[in-house]
């Protein structure tokens, strides 16, 4: 899991937070619903860990097993404690971070994540993508974020889910500070200390403990002009010719991988995915949101497809790997499946409500 610090509520009219989990809130609410008072009191302590010093909360995501993916009850929980930060005027800053799983540290949640002001990676970073290959997993604000990486990376760790290291989300944005892993101890001692929520301070602290970090050779950022060339077109047919005209020519590894994880992948998940990151390249946060509110619905609804229950049967829980997609084919996915995820479930279903007046927009 992405280990991730944030000044989320630095500036105090900003509940992008909050509104980002209010998103993840209302997803399931009813099979947070259906369980008992007590039992949902010790999932949602259990899930988020609290640390708290003189003029600071660290909220701890406590899932690694799962790689911390962001449940109904950690949203809930997230929310209640970030409403509380926000009201109490003796704290200066809010910061996360993850529980680790095999000493690395992977994001999920890129809605709650992202827009934190700071952000800090280190060489136990993954940022991971929502997958294609479990049929389409859209994520809070994922569209968006992935919509502004630099060229077409967005396109590309969308419908292929691969991830990116700690010095690749320095070089694209993600990250806003880099720091060896042995330093995270002294970082959070330094950020515990502070009394303020001047974001200057807080950001000189930061730089005080940060390393300069390179990317690898291997790194994918390192072959941005071909990935810019193969995921610039207009549709996934034409993604994978270019790709496939390009390992015809050099039969380049790169290539070859990325050509096998997009045959792996739903066909139908593909063109919503896409669908969604090149949208969210005229649409706000907010919008987003409302839209990826409505692919979830609509993914888990089955109305369309089972995709989404055959990707995460095949993937984690028989695990061979061996998903039944359905359309099985690209040519079999019609536009008005793919316009379907974008639509309302019912007229019964609320859409999204976001708390905008709570707030400035971030766009």
Not at 166 to 192: F, V, W
Not at 204 to 210: D, V
Not at 237 to 243: H, K, P, V, Y
Not at 269 to 297: A, H, N, P, W
Request: aromatic residues 6%; contains cysteine.
């Amino acid at each position: 899991m992405m280990q991730r610090f944030k000044a989320a509520l630095l500036q105090r009219r900003n509940n992008l937070h909050i509104h980002s989990l209010r998103f993840l809130n209302q997803f399931h609410t009813r099979n947070l619903c259906s369980l008992p008072d007590t039992a949902i009191t010790d999932e949602l302590d259990n899930q988020v860990l609290v640390e708290g010093k003189a003029w600071s909360r660290t909220a701890i995501l406590n899932r690694p097993s799962v790689l911390n993916c962001l449940s109904t009850a950690m949203g809930a929980r997230l929310q209640k404690l970030y409403t509380s930060w926000e009201n109490n005027p003796d704290i200066g800053f809010v910061a996360m971070k993850v529980a680790l799983l095999n000493g690395i540290t992977m994001g999920g949640g890129a809605g709650v994540s992202i827009p934190g002001m700071f952000r800090v990676a280190t060489d136990k970073t993954v940022f991971a993508t929502p997958e294609t290959l479990i049929g389409f997993h859209p994520d809070a604000g994922a569209s968006f974020f992935l919509s502004h990486l630099p060229g077409h990376l967005g396109e590309y760790l969308g419908l292929t889910g691969q991830k990116l290291n700690g010095a690749e989300m320095i070089s694209c944005g993600l990250a806003t500070h880099y720091a060896h892993s042995s330093k995270l101890d002294l970082i959070e001692e330094q950020l515990g200390k502070l009394d303020t929520d001047d974001p200057s301070v807080i950001e000189t602290s930061l730089e005080k403990c940060s390393d300069l970090v390179y990317l690898d050779n291997i790194s994918v950022l390192h072959r941005i002009e071909i990935l810019d060339k193969c995921f610039s077109h207009d549709t996934v047919e034409e993604i994978i010719d270019a790709l496939e005209s390009e390992t015809s020519k050099t039969n380049d590894a790169w290539c070859i991988s990325t050509l096998r994880r997009l045959k792996e992948a739903s066909p139908l998940g593909l063109k919503v995915s896409l669908k969604s990151i090149r949208e969210g390249r005229f649409q706000t946060l907010d919008q987003c949101l409302i839209r990826e509110y409505r692919m979830s619905l609509q993914g888990i609804s089955n109305q369309v497809s089972r995709d989404f229950c055959e990707g995460v049967r095949a993937r984690m829980v028989d695990k061979d790997l061996a998903p039944k997609w359905n359309p099985p084919s690209l040519e079999q996915v019609s536009k008005d499946m793919v316009e379907h995820y974008f639509s309302p479930l019912s007229k019964s279903e609320p859409d999204l409500e976001l708390p905008t007046e709570l707030r400035e927009a971030f766009t």
